[in-house]
């Protein structure tokens, strides 16, 4: 693949997982890609689109049009600008299948006790608590009428997602050992993700009948995982002192998008619209670090983690300090976010003079999940194993795994308009659904896969020079499984492999998060998955936004 990371062979198979990178794709404090929510992405982007569960690519008329249809800012006149804001909170529970394991060195308390619970405690950096907000930044203007049937617009804004992350539970690696760990800690420990994506914009009205637009967006992106991985091979029975952590901090300063869409005004009553989303590519490079536990060892014998004396990330990008001492590495992992296409179709209720009483849209959309980058991650962390001070193995590059499929999205809102005196009160509300994007089995608690259903109201005041907008929405996903009974013991040799026939599958007819051990390859990883369970979990919004025009 041009660009990528990694050599031509490498990319194109499956190579040991290493890293658990698990992004949820991003977003955070500021980002982008398209509002057509679908699997990992919530309805809307900013208070008056996400009020209407999302249903608003045919009448999206302020600055939200820069990142909903941008064909939407033909319908601003003079100058617009728009502050508006997602407040997103992910609440999710994972309850892992199946006891801890007898430790044959060890005794520890939790010994054949039942998996925890484990929940999402996380606190976004730039959050309010659990509440991460998610903007719309925009100014749309045609230069006091001088571009004539042209708009243009200059801002932010960010897809509603949270791609935050902490399943620590409190544990602390290479603290107390009789401490049970947390049961997802092999998918994910923590993570944080944003991409920033400066972008601007222009629309132009081809006739009464017809507006077009486009959008351009030139960013950079930022993340940060850590997960936990089997430090020595085959360590089945999950033995804290046999893993290791590792965090892998990356960023990529170049990140391009784009998208286009078109409204048609049908009738004077009826607008159809659609837009298409590019694909967003991230390829990310930074620094790994890693602590092992104590009983890490390749054919009994202690290691360190070292820099790489065949290195594959670019050695142009971020310094990672003194690698000599072993503290820290490059790594790199390329990830996309999907194209996307939405088009829908608004009835305007007119009075007599033609001004808006109200109206009703239906969306559907449609994003490509399944394509090579969306679903697989690839991850390369430039480190040796060292024993003894000198090089002995390069640790593995890998491709992630997610089985993601591609989703359609459905989305159904509106508003009535309520004169008061001079001014309006508008009341909007919308339900929409997306399906799933996680194939059977292949849940996480890294990334939200699941299926969910929005409902959302909300409601503005319009005076004659600006509107402020709020609204509250609840997002669904109830309780969704993992299938299957797999336990994996070391000294039980006809239970190996999830068949119950001493015989693992292959990996790439595996269902699941196996663990990663980085000293093997993908085919010698060991087949006992660890996500298999219960998933409880749901997000909860609230919107606030402004605009002004003159």
Request: charged share 20%; aromatic share 10%; proline share 7%.
């Amino acid at each position: 693949m041009a660009g990528s990371h990694f050599p031509p062979t490498e990319s194109l198979g499956y190579r040991p997982h290493f890293m658990k990178i698990r992004l949820g794709l991003v977003l955070g404090c500021l980002a982008a890609q398209p509002v057509a929510a679908g699997g990992l992405f919530l309805p809307g982007s900013g208070a008056i689109s996400t009020s209407r569960a999302g249903a608003a690519v045919a009448s999206t008329d302020d600055g939200e049009a820069l990142a909903v249809n941008p064909s939407g800012m033909a319908n601003t006149k003079g100058t617009t600008i728009t502050l508006s804001a997602a407040i997103i909170s992910y609440s999710m529970q994972f309850t892992r299948r199946g006891t801890y394991d007898n430790i044959a060195s060890e005794d520890p308390s939790y010994e054949g006790q039942p998996f925890g619970t484990i929940k999402n405690n996380s606190k976004p950096p730039l959050g309010i608590g659990s509440f991460q907000p998610i903007p719309v930044i925009a100014v749309v203007t045609d230069l006091g009428g001088r571009l004539g049937p042209v708009r243009l617009g200059i801002g932010l804004y960010a897809p509603n997602a949270y791609p935050f992350r902490d399943m620590s539970g409190g544990y602390v690696f290479n603290g107390d050992f009789d401490a049970p760990p947390p049961p997802s800690r092999y998918d994910v420990v923590e993570q944080e993700g944003t991409i920033l994506l400066p972008s601007i914009a222009a629309s132009w009205r081809v006739s009464p009948m017809l507006d077009v637009g486009a959008r351009f967006s030139f960013g950079s992106a930022d993340i940060k995982t850590t997960t936990t991985v089997w430090g020595t091979p085959g360590n089945v029975t999950e033995f804290v002192k046999s893993d290791s952590l590792f965090t892998l901090e990356a960023k990529d300063s170049f990140v391009p998008a784009w998208g286009i869409g078109a409204t048609v005004h049908a009738t004077p009553y009826l607008d159809i619209a659609a837009t298409y989303n590019s694909q967003i590519t991230v390829r990310a490079n930074g620094t790994a670090t890693s602590q092992k536990g104590p009983d890490v060892n390749v054919n009994m014998q202690p290691i360190e983690i070292g820099k790489s004396l065949t290195p594959r990330c670019d050695p142009n990008t971020l310094p990672v300090g003194d690698e000599s001492d072993f503290t820290s590495q490059r790594g790199c992992v390329d990830f996309a976010t999907p194209m996307s296409l939405l088009v829908g179709a608004r009835y305007k209720f007119l009075d007599g003079a033609g001004k808006m009483k109200g109206d009703i849209e239906f969306n559907a959309g449609w994003e490509n999940w399944s394509a090579d980058l969306a679903t697989n991650y690839r991850v390369v962390v430039d480190s040796d194993v060292y024993i003894d001070g000198t090089s002995f193995l390069s640790l593995k590059d890998n491709v992630i795994r997610h089985e993601f499929s591609d989703t359609f999205s459905f989305r159904l809102g509106g508003s009535y308009h309520l004169p008061v005196g001079d001014n309006t009160v508008i009341l909007r509300a919308g339900v929409s659904h997306d399906t799933r994007a996680a194939k059977e089995g292949w849940l996480r608690a890294s990334l939200d896969g699941a299926a969910r259903t929005m409902m959302a109201l909300g409601g503005a005041y319009r005076a004659k020079r600006f509107e402020i907008d709020a609204g509250f929405g609840f997002v669904y996903e109830g309780t969704q499984n993992n299938p299957g009974e797999c336990n994996v013991l070391v000294d039980t040799p006809d239970m190996k492999g999830c068949n119950n026939d001493g015989n693992e599958r292959a990996s790439k007819d595996r269902i699941g998060l196996d663990p990663i051990n980085p000293l093997v390859v993908t085919e010698q990883q060991t087949e006992s998955p660890v996500t298999l369970g219960e998933y409880k979990s749901h997000y909860v919004m609230f919107m606030l936004g402004a605009s002004t025009w003159f």
